[in-house]
């Protein structure tokens, strides 16, 4: 049987374990032997994480970890690979404490996200009985359904195979093709509705904070905004990196709430 979540606290709870992931990334010994590095070795022999922590941790090391930057100031790489999400992200929180930060890294950051398409989201839509509605695609091809008795889904018109849509299983809502995530589509009924979205994840459903209201015969338009970067790891620091950076992190909530019990090791 699967298991209903409300994500109601969602905010709160990333806000909590975000900021705490930064202020418990450096040991509170890691602090002294960052210390005595710089002391013995200077800046420029650290590696560009020591750097990154340095700066984070006691403001040196600043224009040293700016050097070791790649494209012209947007990312950092560790030796013999390419720029790295995750040690970005860490660059970008570090300097953001000195007021040396630019919109470029957080450009970069954005720019390396991907569908989470591990989680299967479904869209709900809630109208009197016999309404009939319409979700439209950029194709030609409209997905017609009506609302029937208790709210069940009933397909009326559809070429097989030719929709990112189906009713699910339980008849409730309609499955989303995982193709089809992070793309526009809308949905018109000839009566006033409400749509929103559920995810789910390891036979667990989760309910979406996001809930629209429309208007009889009047699309609404919605899209489904399911993002990761390539891991657990990697995502959590982006998005602590793009909060900070004053963007919104809501596409990367879902990833994030559904992977913790497998991911613990990375939340305080």
Same mark, same amino acid.
């Given at each position: ?19 705490? /992931? ?13 210390? *005595? ?9 650290? $590696?560009? !994480? ?21 494209? *012209? ?33 957080? @450009? ?23 309404? *009939?509605? %319409? ?5 030609? *091809? ?7 008795? @208790?709210?069940?889904?009933? !397909? ?12 699910? %299983? ?7 093709? @995982? ?14 509705? @409400?749509? /929103? ?17 429309? $208007? ?11 993002? $990761?970067?390539?891991?657990? !790891? ?16 809501? #596409?990367?909530? #879902? ?12 939340? #305080?």
């Amino acid at each position: 049987m699967r298991k209903i979540k409300r994500m109601m606290f969602i905010f709160l709870f990333i806000s909590v374990f975000l900021i705490t /992931s930064v202020q418990s990334s450096v040991p509170a010994d890691g602090y002294g032997c960052l210390d *005595n590095k710089i002391k013995n070795r200077g800046c420029n022999l650290l $590696s560009t !994480e020591e750097k990154v922590f340095s700066v984070l941790s006691t403001g040196e090391c600043e224009e040293e970890l700016l050097k070791n930057s790649e494209k *012209n100031n947007s990312c950092w790489s560790r030796p013999g690979n390419t720029c790295d999400v995750k040690l970005t992200s860490q660059a970008y929180l570090a300097l953001d404490e000195q007021g040396g930060v630019n919109e470029k890294i957080v @450009k970069w950051i954005s720019s390396k996200n991907k569908t989470a398409d591990d989680i299967q989201w479904y869209l709900q839509i809630n109208a009197p009985r016999n309404t *009939n509605c %319409s979700i439209n695609t950029s194709s030609d *091809n409209d997905y017609k359904i009506q609302i029937k008795n @208790k709210e069940k889904i009933k !397909e009326k018109s559809i070429s097989p195979g030719s929709s990112p849509f189906s009713v699910s %299983s339980e008849g409730y809502s309609i499955r989303i093709d @995982k193709n089809y995530y992070n793309k526009d589509f809308s949905v018109s009924c000839d009566e006033n509705f @409400k749509a /929103s979205f559920l995810f789910e994840y390891d036979n667990s459903i989760y309910v979406s904070d996001i809930t629209k209201f429309g $208007s009889k015969n009047s699309p609404l338009e919605l899209k489904v905004k399911s993002l $990761s970067f390539n891991n657990y !790891e990697e995502t959590l620091w982006a998005s602590i990196a793009l909060r900070k950076g004053g963007k919104s992190i809501s #596409p990367f909530l #879902p990833y994030l709430i559904v992977k913790e019990k497998e991911n613990s090791e990375y939340i #305080p």
